[in-house]
């Protein structure tokens, strides 16, 4: 698909969905709270979240792929305009994200795609697999803290200006191509932070869905 064949009438579009990748190891509050922001804020259709089952830019998880997948169930059951998508933990190989894309675009082919970023992970798009073919399948749409900003002499802010959206409406005029930049105040809240309080016997309470630490303590995981 070439980009210039993406733009359509506006009152002939579907709604935007955005998607949300991560290896969920485990899912948290700052993943669901986040998804929940920019589902009302930008009217989405929904919110996907993805978990990757061999992410090429870090370690294998030390969870297996069903384990994360239902940890990701559990903590969005019910949950108006989030669902879990895992066609990555049904797919061989790394679990690059233009391929993700390209399957995406296959099942929604008239709804614009927003992938979410965060700030670190934008700047690390070169060193991703195809990642100029990205914005051919979907838009980009970069969270940031209120503290953070794009650096000036950097390759990215010449990218970001160069597709960057007028205004989050414009997202809605096509079905990819372009970046939009939201700031949303962050929960401070890590994965990893997470796994080590577990691993040293301290209580992870109020940092991810009840439902998801009976999972892990079922399961005796990170122990």
């Not at 989030?82 to 994200?97: A, C, I, K, N, T």
């Not at 073919?133 to 749409?141: D, G, K, S």
């Amino acid at each position: 698909m070439l980009l210039n064949d993406t733009i359509y009438q506006k009152n002939k579009l579907f709604n935007v969905i955005c998607i949300l990748g991560g290896t969920f190891n485990p899912i948290h509050h700052g993943h669901l709270r986040l998804s929940i922001e920019l589902y009302e804020r930008l009217n989405l259709e929904s919110v996907l979240l993805i978990p990757s089952a061999h992410p090429p830019h870090r370690a294998q998880p030390s969870v297996s792929s069903q384990r994360r997948l239902e940890m990701v169930q559990v903590a969005i059951a019910g949950v108006e305009g989030l669902s879990v998508d895992d066609r990555e933990l049904r797919r061989q190989g790394p679990s690059y994200m233009i391929d993700t894309l390209k399957s995406l675009r296959e099942d929604y082919p008239r709804n614009p795609l927003c992938l979410i970023l965060g700030m670190d992970a934008f700047l690390g798009l070169p060193s991703w697999h195809e990642w100029k073919q990205l914005l051919t399948y979907a838009h980009f749409l970069i969270v940031r803290r209120p503290d953070t900003l794009l650096p000036e002499k950097n390759i990215m802010q010449d990218f970001f200006k160069a597709h960057q959206a007028a205004s989050k409406e414009d997202l809605k005029k096509q079905i990819a191509g372009m970046i939009w930049m939201e700031e949303i105040p962050a929960l401070n809240i890590s994965a990893t932070y997470i796994r080590r309080l577990i691993a040293v016997g301290k209580n992870p309470h109020y940092l991810l869905p009840p439902a998801v630490l009976d999972i892990i303590n079922s399961h005796l995981m990170y122990r």
